[in-house]
C-alpha cells in the first residue's frame, strides 16, 4: 500500500513539474510583452531608413545598420556583392553545437518607391495610428500593453522588415529564457528584390559553399485574409510586357478621320479582349498545355482553407468576383493582368482625336512548368495567328504602312514558378513546429499569389524552399500608407521562434 501512495505521489509530483514548465511560446510572450517597446524601437528606426531598392547608396546605409544588428544577436554577418554600384546582399551565420540540420532564413531589406503625396504621413516616418479610428497615437506615452491593433505605417512595414524585426527578437526572448536554436541558423538578406533581384543568381552561385544547408525559409510575403497564420510552399513565377500598339502617324480629327483611320484604343481593347475573358481564363492557344496538376496533398490543403471570399468582397467593394471559384483556386493556374492602358485624354484634357498609339502594360503570373519563355512564346505566336505584325523595336515607315495591325513588344525577363512538395520531411516538420506553436492547424498554401524567386533557391541548391509571412493582408504592399498590424508582428516572434527552437526532421 505505502509502495502504491509513493508511486501515486511521484507520478502527481511529475505531473506537476510537467504543467509547470512553460512552454515555447509562453517563455516567447512572456519576454514580448516586456519588451514590447525595445523592439518597435529597434523596427522603428530601421523603418526611418530610406530603401528605395534603386537607390543602391540607400541600401548601403541600411546594410550598415542590419550588420551590428545581426553580430548583436551573436550571428557573425559580412556583405555579399555582385560587384560595384550593385546592393550588397547580408549573410550572417550562428553554428548551434549539436545541430543536425542548417537552415537559411530569407528576407529583404529593400522597399518599392514612394509617391509621398499619396502617403497621409512621410513614408519614413514611421507613425502608429489606432486600427480602428484610424487615428495617429502615441505609443511611447501609452500605459499597459500596447494594443494589437494598433497599425505602424511606413515605408517596408510589411514588406519585408517586419520579418527581420521578428527574427531577431525571436533569438532574443530564447537568449533571455535560456534555450537556443535546434538548427545551425543561416541569415541571407536580399538589398534588391523589390527590382527583380538582378544580381541574386549570381551572388547565390558564387557563395553555393556558404548558403548550403536542409532548406530555406523565406520570410516575405502577407499571411491569410483570415488572419491564421500561414506556410506557403511555392510561389508563382512572373513576366511582363509593354505593348505599343500603331495608329496613324499623327493624331487626326475624329470627324474628318473616325471609322477610317484605324484607332489604336480601339485596336488594344481588342487585343487585351482577345488574350482574356471577363472572368480571368487566358485564351491564347495552347498557354496552359504544360501546367502541372494538382496534387492530391495540394488539392487537400486547398479545400481545407477557411472561406473569405464574402468578406473581402465586402472590404474591397466588389459586386463580383472573376469566375466563379475560390480566390485560393484561382491563384493555382496562370493570370494574366492588365496593369495598366494609355492611350489619349480624358475629362477636361479630352480631344476629339484618333489618337497615334496605344500603351498596355501586362503582367503575367506564372504556375509550374510554365515558363517565361514558353509563355512569351505562345503569346506572340498567337498575336502572329490573330493577324498582328508583331515587332520588337520601334517600326519604320515601311513597316507600318504594311502592317495593318502592328504591335511592338517589349519583354521582360523574369522568372519561373516553384512548388515545393508538402510531403517531404521537412515540410512536415515545419508544418508540426508552427502548429505546436499556434496551438492547433495553421492555414497551408501550395503557392503564393504573388512572386518570389524561390526557384532560385531550389535549383542553385536543391533542398526544400517553404514561405512563412507575417504581414497582414491588408498592409498595402507595394502601395501608398504600407502598414504592419502588431499581432502580426507579434504573432511573427512567435513564429519564428518555433522554426528556431523547436524544429527538427
Known amino acids: 500500500m505505502l509502495k502504491t501512495v509513493v508511486a501515486f505521489a511521484a507520478l502527481a509530483l511529475a505531473s506537476t513539474a510537467t504543467q509547470a514548465k512553460p512552454t515555447l511560446r509562453a517563455d516567447v510572450d512572456t519576454w514580448r510583452a516586456t519588451h514590447e517597446r525595445q523592439v518597435l524601437e529597434e523596427f522603428e528606426a530601421l523603418l526611418k531608413l530610406p530603401d528605395v531598392a534603386t537607390n543602391v547608396p540607400d541600401i548601403e546605409a541600411n546594410a550598415r545598420v542590419l550588420v551590428p544588428m545581426l553580430e548583436k544577436r551573436g550571428l557573425k554577418a559580412r556583405l555579399l556583392s555582385a560587384g560595384p554600384n550593385t546592393p550588397p546582399a547580408i549573410y550572417a551565420e550562428m553554428t548551434v553545437p549539436g545541430a543536425k540540420r542548417t537552415v537559411v532564413y530569407y528576407a529583404h ?9 499619396q502617403w497621409r504621413s512621410a513614408p519614413f516616418t514611421p507613425t502608429m495610428r489606432d486600427g480602428l479610428s484610424g487615428k495617429d497615437v502615441d505609443w511611447r506615452a501609452a500605459s499597459g500593453p500596447l494594443n494589437p491593433e494598433w497599425r505602424l505605417f511606413a515605408r517596408s512595414a510589411g514588406d519585408d522588415k517586419a520579418s527581420i524585426i521578428a527574427l531577431l527578437s525571436a533569438l532574443d526572448a530564447l537568449k ?20 527583380g533581384s538582378p544580381h541574386l543568381e549570381a551572388i547565390l552561385k558564387a557563395n553555393r559553399d556558404l548558403l548550403k544547408s536542409d532548406l530555406w525559409v523565406i520570410g516575405d510575403g502577407p499571411v491569410h485574409q483570415s488572419r491564421r497564420w500561414e506556410l506557403f510552399f511555392g510561389a508563382r513565377g512572373v513576366t511582363g510586357v509593354e ?263
Open 176 to 195: 533571455a529564457s535560456g534555450r537556443k536554436p535546434s538548427v545551425n541558423v543561416k541569415v541571407f538578406l536580399d538589398g534588391e528584390e523589390e527590382q
Open 243 to 505: 505593348m505599343t500598339i500603331y495608329g496613324p502617324a499623327r493624331a487626326l480629327h475624329s470627324g474628318h478621320y473616325g471609322n477610317w483611320a484605324p484607332n489604336p484604343a480601339v485596336m488594344a481593347a481588342e487585343l487585351v479582349a482577345s488574350m482574356r475573358d471577363s472572368d480571368g481564363r487566358i485564351l491564347v492557344t495552347g498557354y496552359s498545355d504544360h501546367v502541372r496538376p494538382i496534387s492530391p496533398a495540394e488539392r487537400a490543403a486547398l479545400d481545407a482553407l477557411p472561406d473569405v471570399e464574402s468578406d473581402l468582397k465586402q472590404e474591397l467593394q466588389l459586386g463580383r468576383s472573376e469566375g466563379s471559384e475560390r480566390l485560393s483556386d484561382s491563384l493555382m493556374r496562370p493570370a494574366l493582368n492588365v496593369r495598366g492602358i494609355s492611350v489619349g485624354k480624358t475629362g477636361e484634357e479630352a480631344a476629339n482625336a484618333v489618337p497615334t498609339e496605344a500603351h498596355v502594360s501586362i503582367d503575367l503570373r506564372l504556375v509550374p512548368d510554365l515558363t517565361p519563355e514558353e509563355a512569351q512564346g505562345k503569346i506572340e505566336g498567337f498575336l502572329k495567328a490573330k493577324g498582328w505584325t508583331v515587332v520588337h523595336d520601334a517600326p519604320d515607315a515601311s513597316t507600318r504602312m504594311t502592317s495593318p495591325r502592328l504591335v511592338r513588344l517589349q519583354w521582360e525577363a523574369g522568372y519561373p514558378a516553384l512548388r515545393t512538395d508538402m510531403a517531404l520531411p521537412a515540410s512536415k516538420a515545419l508544418i508540426a513546429s508552427v502548429e505546436r506553436a499556434n496551438g492547433g492547424p495553421v492555414v497551408v498554401m501550395p503557392m503564393l499569389g504573388g512572386s518570389v524567386p524561390m526557384y532560385l533557391f531550389a535549383d542553385i541548391f536543391k533542398t526544400p524552399v517553404v514561405g512563412l509571412p507575417i504581414a497582414n493582408h491588408d498592409d498595402n504592399q507595394h502601395a501608398s500608407n504600407e502598414n504592419l498590424r502588431l499581432q502580426n508582428l507579434w504573432d511573427g516572434i512567435d513564429e519564428y521562434a518555433a522554426v528556431l527552437a523547436d524544429f527538427r526532421w
Open 109 to 117: 531589406y529593400d522597399g518599392q518607391p514612394v509617391t509621398p503625396s
